[in-house]
């Protein structure tokens, strides 16, 4: 039985790294994706994760396998192309460490899933399976997602859900939301970030956003709020859980990593999001922001992702 299995998209990063004697912008390989960096921030933290997605048979795709199966993700529902291409993400960085991205994904290796090749023992035997909306942008991955989200579901697996949106993945704006929107139904518990509430509930106020989330029938959500923190609500109920206030060297993965942290502490609390007090919700967002907090500390998504060890003596230190 894994604790997170997640299904999507597992890319390279190559990010920005300075330039060359010539003058001209080094960009250094990163493996990424939204959901895999999910899955490395908590099989650092000691859950036992696995991943299920689509990859090219080049160099990359055997990068990220070996990847994946270093920082401790099972790697049987990742399937290996012929046909199709890695999906590479180029990201550029400010002084800030904000990030802007450039796509090779026409199609890239992980729109081509089909719910043949996901693997439904492994979708099958997790408490927690997470997506994001990467998946729901391109057939047939969109069929695959939702085709192993309602086997998960009547199984009594969690649906996590963070829609990440990445205006140059999408055709227009109209069909991101109709797209994102339309996984709401499915969804046990939700982490979008201040930027997004407006696309996903018509409501920009994070707190009104979580609210029209919960009364549409999902327990849980977290808003992420940059520097600030975050915002968890429960059953309407909201509370801002402040971060840690730490310069940040690379912003790649923050947010999966805030992830990965949330979902960690509620599977040690033992509750389901429905479950979940709001107080309890916010101990969750405050190891979401310790171990986004880490991860910021280091380049990269997935090699940045935190110890336990890290993360406890963080929160311990707290903002002093």
């Given at each position: 039985?894994?604790?997170?299995?997640?299904?999507?998209?597992?890319?390279i990063d190559f990010t920005y790294h300075g330039?060359?004697?010539?003058?001209?912008?080094?960009?250094?390989?990163?493996?990424?994706?939204?959901?895999a960096n999910v899955l490395a921030a908590a099989a650092r933290l000691g859950e036992r994760t696995a991943f299920v997605g689509k990859v090219g048979a080049d160099m990359h795709g055997t990068f990220l396998k070996e990847t994946l199966e270093q920082a401790g993700i099972d790697s049987t529902g990742l399937v290996s192309s012929e046909e199709y291409f890695t999906t590479l993400a180029f990201v550029d960085l400010s002084d800030s460490g904000e990030r802007t991205f450039s796509f090779a994904r026409k199609p890239g290796a992980d729109t081509q899933l089909t719910a043949q090749e996901v693997k439904s023992s492994v979708v099958t035997s997790t408490r927690i399976l997470h997506i994001g909306s990467l998946s729901l942008t391109d057939e047939p991955a969109r069929d695959a997602t939702y085709h192993a989200v309602k086997l998960a579901k009547s199984r009594g697996?969690?649906?996590?859900?963070?829609?990440?949106?990445?205006?140059?993945?999408?055709?227009?704006?109209?069909?991101a939301k109709c797209e994102m929107r339309g996984m709401l139904e499915y969804v046990?518990?939700?982490?979008?970030?201040?930027?997004?509430?407006?696309?996903?509930?018509?409501?920009?106020?994070?707190?009104?956003?979580?609210?029209?989330?919960?009364?549409?029938?999902?327990?849980?959500?977290?808003?992420?709020?940059?520097?600030?923190?975050?915002?968890?609500?429960?059953?309407?109920?909201?509370?801002?859980?402040?971060?840690?206030?730490?310069?940040?060297?690379?912003?790649?993965?923050?947010?999966?990593?805030f992830w990965g942290g949330f979902l960690h502490r509620m599977l040690k609390l033992g509750k389901t999001p429905r479950e979940l007090t709001l107080e309890e919700a916010a101990d969750c967002a405050n190891w979401g922001n310790a171990v986004a907090t880490c991860c910021v500390q280091k380049r990269g998504a997935i090699p940045a992702m935190p110890t336990l060890d890290a993360v406890v003596t963080l929160m311990q230190e707290g903002n002093a």
């Open positions: 039985m894994f604790d997170i299995v997640a299904l999507g998209e597992l890319l330039v060359s004697p010539a003058g001209m912008k080094l960009f250094e390989q990163n493996p990424g994706g939204a959901v697996a969690t649906i996590s859900y963070d829609p990440n949106y990445r205006a140059p993945l999408w055709p227009d704006e109209g069909t046990d518990i939700m982490k979008l970030s201040d930027e997004e509430t407006l696309l996903l509930t018509d409501q920009p106020e994070p707190e009104d956003a979580a609210q029209f989330l919960n009364d549409i029938g999902i327990p849980c959500v977290a808003v992420t709020l940059g520097k600030k923190g975050a915002l968890v609500s429960i059953g309407g109920r909201s509370m801002t859980v402040p971060g840690y206030r730490h310069p940040a060297v690379d912003t790649t993965g923050a947010g999966d990593a």
